[in-house]
């Protein structure tokens, strides 16, 4: 069992360049106030990640940010003791016993304080003890059970001479909450042109984690998604092709992204994890498939090479990771077989604990992959 500490950080982006305010507007404070006694506030199943607009319920932000934490709704009593705002961040504490903090029944996870349980190098052998169906949000109609999917196994084999990963970004210019030292002049309303503020930022840190951890791993730090964020993807659909064909020994293939979730008067939303002592913010993958007819045969590789980083998140960084999402869409993954999205923080986010995130994931990442270097690893 573990103590999960998040903070819902509520900050007040500009719609204009050049400036930003924090604070929370009447609305928000009454839908914070009233969250422990909402039951619609605390309904939080089968919770929509990243969606913008055309909810199906008429979910706050603040709904949303509780569902992106993986809460469900038998969770409510155990915050409503705990719930209290700060000017304007708003903090939640789940006890050891609670149903959010219960669902690594297997996992036997101590925790010290408001900090991380770690238990040390992941073993892909062990991933049945870190996730289970509560870790995949299906916006599929596919039946998804992780111990059918992982029961034959990864097929995923990394070379041991040549780059094995390909760090890329379609949305490169997605940025964070400008905070301290991190002022950007934006581009776009929490985007920018500038790399050392937005997820290429980001990309650097992985890359050189994952360096760190025997990986060897390139980074593409084009902005594709400029000077038009129509067409991205095909744009970065180009650029993938072109590293594959010149570099044959790459299997994995991550697309840094920053998720969002904000009102339309500009109000930004973002979530943290006290981990080894310092704010982080989490982590979410995404999985595509072929469920909008799109042809991509075999999605199934990429969502059992996500459960493996789950599962790695999970056992040394409890309370990092989010919920992945199966979703339609293919996302450029029928590149390869072990092609995913990894969104990194929101746009309320600061970029220092988006920063925290990417180097946690790096070494969880990294943990997994060092299994499947000519290893002939099986995780059934």
Known sequence: ????????????????????????????????????????????????????????????????????????????EDISDSLSQSGDTMTFTLPADSAAAASYSGSDLEQAG???????????????????????????GYAISPDELMGSGIDIRLDSDGPQVLIIHTHGSEAFRPEGDDIYVPSDPSRTEDRRYNVVRLGDVLCKKLTAGGIQAVHDTVLYDYPSYTGSYSRAYSAIQSWL???????????????????????????????????????????????????????????????????????????????????????????TTGSLIVEIGYSGNSLQEALQAAEHFGDTMADVLVQLVDAGASAD
């Open 1 to 76: 069992m573990f103590f999960k500490k998040l903070l819902l950080i509520i900050a007040m982006c500009a719609a204009v360049r050049g400036s930003s305010a924090l604070g929370l507007d009447d609305s928000l404070k009454s839908a914070m106030t009233g969250l422990a006694d909402s039951a619609r506030a605390m309904s939080i199943v089968n919770m929509e990640l990243g969606i913008k607009s055309g909810d199906k319920q008429a979910d706050s932000p603040v709904e949303k940010l509780l569902k992106s934490a993986g809460l469900n709704a038998d969770d409510q």
């Open 114 to 140: 408001s900090d991380r349980a770690s238990t040390g190098a992941f073993n892909i052998e062990s991933w049945r003890e870190y996730v289970g169906e509560e870790d995949i949000n299906n916006k599929t």
């Open 245 to 335: 064909s010149s570099c044959p020994s790459i299997k994995i293939i991550i697309d840094i992204h920053r998720d969002a979730i904000d009102n339309p008067d500009g109000t930004c939303y973002g979530s943290t994890v006290t981990v080894d002592g310092k704010p982080s913010a989490q982590v979410m993958l995404v999985v595509g498939t072929d469920y909008s007819g799109l042809d991509h045969p075999q999605w199934r590789e990429n969502l059992k090479l996500a459960t493996l980083f789950q599962a790695s998140m999970n056992c040394s960084c409890p309370g990092l990771s989010r919920p992945m999402t199966l979703t339609q869409y293919r996302y450029n993954q029928h590149s």
